[in-house]
């Protein structure tokens, strides 16, 4: 298979990270480097034997045949930086990988979702919580029957912290932005839930920020209690925290989803998976007992471990071609999660009231589709 060019822009952290994962993939051939502050690209490019630029425009003039674009620009709640280098290379006509979130604003993640699907191109994002082995053998109970009929999930994800610990002032990422801890973050926690879950129909949320923020005159929500139900029926819980406390059983990262057939639960993101199987027919429990649960540990502790999969897992459907809707982990699908973040600022607002998320664009038959299985 040939490998698909690559040029990365944004070349700090993450931009970093991104370009490592594509420079050691062998479905990639990672050929720029760009930021604005050209010399976090000349080190990048440096040490990955690439060349640098310092500007997407500069690199699609320099390289007509690129394939991929990987937009890891961050800004303002760390998506404010996205729109516009992502726009320019699917008018070049580029496939897109986009960091999450998709964007900070609603009317840009769903335009960027409309050029992409009017073009032709990938556009995939950055959720790379569930390229994970936890997550993966969790999807295989599920489809293979061992979850049933979904009942609940409930879902807590944030980074650990307490009174202690907390610095005021986020950076001016963060700073002044009320939502920026939910437009940043939350893209994660909602793309776990409706991955497992399906479409969210309704949002209601608490959103609020604990004494010692309150003190610092710290404007950012970020504690956020949400309380959501599925197309599917079931419903579901996600608690959220910026460094404000520190998460028990299960740590900084659990999923736990319940059906009629058994029940699944994975901790610390990339760590362990639990099966907990529902009684067999004919088998009785007194309160407080239940059939032996399967434990999976991994061995992996390593969350960095989710960036080369879910990268890989890009590069194979781009180079695999597969029908515009089955990108795995897709803009359509950060787009989602956006949507139920904006509902949920929408129902906290609104003193906690229902909120019916903004419903997605239609997904439309793609001619690559071989076996028809596709929407019509
Ligand atoms: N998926 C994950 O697990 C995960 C984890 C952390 C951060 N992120 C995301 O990664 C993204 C980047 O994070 P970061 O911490 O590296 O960001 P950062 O703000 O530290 O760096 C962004 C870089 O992009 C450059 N840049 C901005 N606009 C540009 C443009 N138009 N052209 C070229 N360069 C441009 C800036 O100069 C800067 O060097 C954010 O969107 C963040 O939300 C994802």
New binding site residues.
């Given amino acids: 298979m040939v490998a698909l060019k690559v040029a990365v ?7 970093t990270q991104h370009a490592k994962c594509h420079h050691a993939d062998p479905l990639a051939e990672l050929v720029a480097v ?4 050209r010399s ?1 690209a000349d080190k990048v490019a440096e040490e990955l034997g690439v060349t640098a630029y310092g ?2 425009r500069e690199v699609l003039e320099a390289h007509p045949d690129l394939d991929v674009v990987d937009v ?4 303002f709640e ?2 404010g ?2 729109f ?2 992502a726009v320019e290379a699917l008018e070049a006509g580029k496939h897109v990988l986009v ?3 998709i964007s900070n604003d609603l009317g840009e993640a769903r335009e960027l979702v409309r050029l992409a699907a009017e073009r032709g191109r990938y556009l995939g994002c ?1 959720l ?1 919580h569930y390229f994970t082995e936890p997550a993966r053998e969790a999807r295989a109970l599920l489809d293979g029957g061992r979850i049933g009929e979904p009942v609940y999930c409930l879902h807590r994800m944030g980074f650990c912290g307490g009174e202690e610990t907390y610095a005021p002032g986020g950076g001016p ?1 963060f700073d002044g932005f009320p939502h920026a801890h939910l437009k ?1 973050f939350l893209a994660h926690p909602f793309s776990l839930m409706r991955h497992f879950c399906g479409d969210i129909t309704h949002v209601q949320a608490f959103l609020d920020r604990p004494g010692v923020r309150r003190k610092a005159a710290d404007l950012m929500l970020s504690v956020a209690s949400i309380h959501v139900r599925f197309a599917s029926g079931a419903v579901g819980y996600l608690f959220s925290s910026r460094g404000d406390v520190t998460m028990g059983l299960g740590g900084w990262w659990s999923f736990e989803m319940g059906g009629t057939r058994g029940t699944f639960c994975i901790e610390n993101c990339v760590e362990k998976l639990t099966y907990f199987p529902a009684p067999a027919q004919g088998q009785s429990f007194g309160l407080g007992q239940q059939p032996a649960p399967e434990v999976r540990d991994t061995g992996v502790t390593d969350f960095g471990a989710t960036f080369p999969v879910r990268i890989h897992a890009f590069l194979e459907d781009v180079s695999n071609q597969v029908p515009l809707h089955r990108l795995r982990a897709s803009g359509r699908d950060a787009l989602a999660t956006l949507e139920y973040t904006f509902a949920a600022i929408e129902s906290c607002e609104r003193g906690g009231e229902l909120v019916r998320p903004h419903p997605l664009p239609t997904l439309k038959r793609d001619v690559r589709d071989q076996d028809g299985a596709g929407p019509s």
């Fill in positions: 822009v944004g070349m700090r952290g993450i931009g760009c930021d604005v502050v976090r500007s997407l890891c620009t961050g800004g760390n998506g930086w996205h516009e280098p960091e999450k979130p950055n790379n990422n940043a």
